[in-house]
């Protein structure tokens, strides 16, 4: 016995009764950290359909602007700082701070445009932190992105004004046992 899948043609429409709305999640951290579980929850996204974006704005060294995404796999875009070292101080000389500026620019751009439904903005706290990134200007780009489009902000010590607009919070603690 053989089973056949019937799959829809490209005329047909299969929308949801309702709009779904985007998230604005959260994962924080008191210690810096690669986010493992967003990174996966990102991949698992794109390999299903989904335009995903991954913005690392303090990270450097690889010659990964948003001129050179990274594409793993088909739907999953992964940008970096165009910057030869990875950022840990709020003391940057001006093309380094350009380079922040032109990325937060070009993710602002794209976001709006509606190409990714999904996008990570790794770091941004520090960013917001460090006075790279104004947090109005964070929480004016979450309130004005497409409806549809889930935004995952992750870093440490999280402005609390983006803290309240998040739809979930995550907090990763450490924790030994004796």
């Known amino acids: 016995m053989v089973a056949q899948l019937e799959t829809p ?19 924080t951290s ?9 990174m996966g929850q990102a991949l698992r996204i794109a390999g299903q359909g989904t335009p995903v974006l991954i913005v690392q704005f303090l990270k ?19 940008i970096r700082c165009d910057l030869p070292r990875c950022i ?3 003391h940057l000389d001006e093309v380094e701070n350009q380079a922040i500026q032109k990325l937060w620019l070009h993710t602002q751009q794209v976001v709006y445009a509606g190409k990714y439904s999904l ?8 960013a917001i932190n460090f006075d ?12 004005k992105r497409p409806a549809h489009v889930d935004i995952i902000l992750t870093g440490t010590e999280m402005p609390k004004s983006i803290l309240d607009v998040a739809d979930q ?5 450490r924790s030994h046992r004796p």
């Open 88 to 90: 840990d101080t709020p």
């Open 119 to 126: 996008v990570v903005l790794d770091e941004l706290s520090l």
């Open 9 to 27: 043609s490209a005329n047909q429409s299969h929308s949801l009764p309702y709009p779904l709305e985007g998230l604005v999640q959260v994962f």
């Open 169 to 173: 919070i995550t907090e990763i603690r």
């Open 30 to 38: 008191s210690h810096r950290n690669f986010f493992t579980s967003v």
């Open 60 to 78: 450097g060294g690889i010659n990964q602007g948003q001129d050179r995404p990274i594409q793993l796999g088909q739907h999953l875009d992964w």
């Open 132 to 143: 790279l990134i104004p947090e109005t200007d964070v929480i004016t780009f979450l309130a």
